[in-house]
């Protein structure tokens, strides 16, 4: 199998298609990459002349998967700009009377999400370099225990996740600006419907409200009472009744554990995952669900610019460190038209605490 061949697999491979060249064939396209990589690095010193060859793969991997699965991911509430290396990305805000209450929220000078006051018809979101590693313990690697597939996919959904607390990050920043209106923001100890549908109202006059939410918060909703505890018609607390709930939110926690749509308002979920190696640190905060607007301006600004770019760390007992980073960036275009609700009983892990 020639280079161009195995890179043509794993691309096949990652977005589950098959290519031309498989098509009248029972061929599992996954193993064929695997077998492809192995011999790629059959041993230490195959691997050594190889893996650069083999970073290019997981390069073409990600430049071609994490865009798309990001623009699926956020399209409802964000506009995704890709961009070649140093290109600037110029984003216009639309003009009209809520100008004088728009900010800006994204990576300032000291390195962290701070606001700004909108002056210009235009404004540039820049990038930074965002990234992780994953480990390659060759023995592993040569028992069959590990594979470098293994590897490409931590990669590729890594900085996938990495965009989502990017837009996190920025939307907690947003909060507090200056003249954010109460009837934006909820906080309660529990999940009240009304008050999700009063934001989401609030959301609605500037446009389709979709909710931006982690798995805990979206876990805590449940299904959607459409009918009241009730007795003979009216609603009363008569124990042992227990309200009418929509078929199709019990089906979906069936399935998946999790209601995908509420009052009409689509549900995005926010990937989660662990800080650290006991995991009980999470990068998203729990607590925190947005509300944002789907049609017209949209509040979330991305971009992704350049190539991913690896490079690698030898240990001493033969073991590798592989490093990958992307430059991307985010900002927040923050006026009147977007809300946040915090359920204050959902259990705190969020590694950095925030209050209002």
Known sequence: MTLSELKEIALHAAKGTVPACYANQEVDVNAAFVDGLKSLAGSINQFMKNRYDIYDIIISVADEIVPKNVIAALSPIAEVRVIGQGEKAMF?????????????????LSGVYETFRLDADTFEVKAHAVGGGATIDFE?????????????????????????????????????AKGRPDANKVSSATFEADKMVGLMNTVRAYGSPVIFAPPEFVGAMGADAIVPITSYGTPTATAGIQGVYSPDDIEQIHRTGYINIFRGAPIVQIPQSFTDESNTKTQIDPQLAYVLPAAGEKVVK?????ATQIHDFQNRDNSFEVYAYKKMGCAILAHHNWGIYQNTGIAQTYDQPYGY
């Open 302 to 306: 991305v971009v992704l610019e350049g």
């Open 92 to 108: 216009k805000r639309k003009l009209g009377k809520m100008r004088a209450k728009k900010f800006l929220t994204q990576v300032g």
């Open 140 to 176: 592993r690697l040569l028992d069959g225990a590990e594979s470098l597939a293994e590897v490409m996919d931590i990669i590729t959904e890594g900085l996938t996740d990495a965009v989502f607390v990017e837009v996190q990050r920025a939307l907690r920043a947003a909060l507090n």
